[in-house]
């Protein structure tokens, strides 16, 4: 795989962007860092997720936002994408990208898509969802999966965690900064009424916030119906994909949907 370090920005900032093999289809894919995982992404797969890619005739750039792996910690993620983005159209010549990953940095592709219309498409993995009755629904049976001696001591720690006045574990949205669900409609509603291609592609693994797929109902209400959106809902997964077989199933259909929404990005 033929891969070549660009730099952008003003303060030594790099990553690496894997040129598309074959007919390129103008577009030009940017994987975010998560947390505190850095440019490979998780168990290296956006590494396998560019190989993917690339072969379709997409260039792909992963680089590390300010504070992790090699980057600096001046400026904003928001500044050093559209910095990232400067870069590439220069180098690719398109000014088309399609953005995301998993975790935070979907968090960060819905905010960039809401701010920068050289965004075009989004690329989802494990962003927000809302909690309501579905939610408690899945975590109750959750627990009715453990055995009983199990189940005693999870009730065990709870009544002693509720009776010491300790507070309670920090939620996803605590590390997440989400916004609120109406803001995040209405958000995705101008992204995608101007064309922007989204996939919303949720695991098994954030069961703080997810645990049944109807709470994707409460999540998007009537945008579940819009051509430009799918979702998707794996409860097998877990959050980083530990198992092989599974960054390879991911990676697929992230490959199969990104290939398949181009086109009509394209059109729009």
């Given at each position: 795989?033929?891969?070549?370090?660009?730099?952008?920005?003003?303060?030594?900032?790099?990553?690496?962007?894997?040129?598309?093999?074959?007919?390129?289809?103008?577009?030009?894919?940017?994987?975010?860092?998560?947390?505190?995982?850095?440019?490979?992404?998780?168990?290296?797969?956006?590494?396998?997720?560019?190989?993917?890619?690339?072969?379709?005739?997409?260039?792909?750039?992963?680089?590390?936002?300010?504070?992790?792996?090699?980057?600096?910690?001046?400026?904003?993620?928001?500044?050093?994408?559209?910095?990232?983005?400067?870069?590439?159209?220069?180098?690719?010549?398109?000014?088309?990208?399609?953005?995301?990953?998993?975790?935070?940095?979907?968090?960060?592709?819905?905010?960039?898509?809401?701010?920068?219309?050289?965004?075009?498409?989004?690329?989802?993995?494990?962003?927000?969802?809302?909690?309501?009755?579905?939610?408690?629904v899945g975590r109750?049976?959750?627990?009715?999966?453990?055995?009983?001696?199990?189940?005693?001591?999870?009730?065990?720690?709870?009544?002693?965690?509720?009776?010491?006045?300790?507070?309670?574990?920090?939620a996803a949205e605590?590390?997440?900064?989400?916004?609120?669900?109406?803001?995040?409609?209405?958000?995705?509603?101008?992204?995608?009424?101007?064309?922007?291609?989204?996939?919303?592609?949720?695991?098994?693994?954030?069961?703080?916030?997810?645990?049944?797929?109807?709470?994707?109902?409460?999540?998007?209400?009537?945008?579940?119906?819009?051509?430009?959106?799918?979702?998707?809902?794996?409860?097998?997964?877990d959050h980083l994909?530990?198992?092989?077989?599974?960054?390879?199933?991911?990676?697929?259909?992230?490959?199969?949907?990104?290939?398949?929404?181009?086109?009509?990005?394209?059109?729009?």
């Open positions: 795989m033929e891969e070549e370090v660009l730099s952008f920005g003003e303060d030594g900032d790099f990553g690496i962007l894997t040129p598309a093999r074959g007919p390129r289809r103008g577009m030009t894919v940017v994987l975010f860092n998560a947390g505190l995982l850095h440019r490979p992404g998780p168990l290296r797969l956006h590494v396998d997720l560019a190989d993917r890619l690339a072969q379709a005739g997409f260039d792909v750039f992963r680089f590390d936002l300010p504070g992790i792996g090699d980057a600096g910690m001046r400026g904003t993620a928001q500044e050093k994408v559209e910095q990232a983005f400067d870069a590439l159209a220069a180098r690719t010549g398109s000014s088309r990208f399609l953005v995301g990953g998993i975790c935070s940095a979907a968090d960060l592709g819905w905010r960039m898509a809401t701010i920068d219309d050289r965004v075009d498409g989004l690329i989802l993995v494990d962003p927000l969802a809302v909690k309501n009755v579905w939610y408690h109750l049976k959750l627990l009715l999966r453990n055995s009983p001696a199990r189940l005693l001591r999870k009730l065990v720690r709870w009544l002693r965690r509720l009776s010491s006045g300790e507070a309670p574990p920090p605590d590390y997440r900064n989400w916004p609120s669900p109406e803001e995040s409609r209405s958000g995705l509603a101008r992204a995608l009424d101007r064309g922007v291609r989204v996939l919303g592609f949720y695991t098994g693994g954030v069961t703080g916030y997810l645990t049944h797929g109807r709470q994707l109902v409460a999540t998007y209400g009537r945008l579940r119906g819009h051509p430009g959106l799918r979702l998707e809902f794996h409860p097998e997964l994909l530990f198992a092989a077989s599974d960054r390879r199933r991911v990676v697929d259909a992230i490959g199969r949907w990104v290939e398949e929404s181009v086109p009509l990005a394209t059109a729009a």
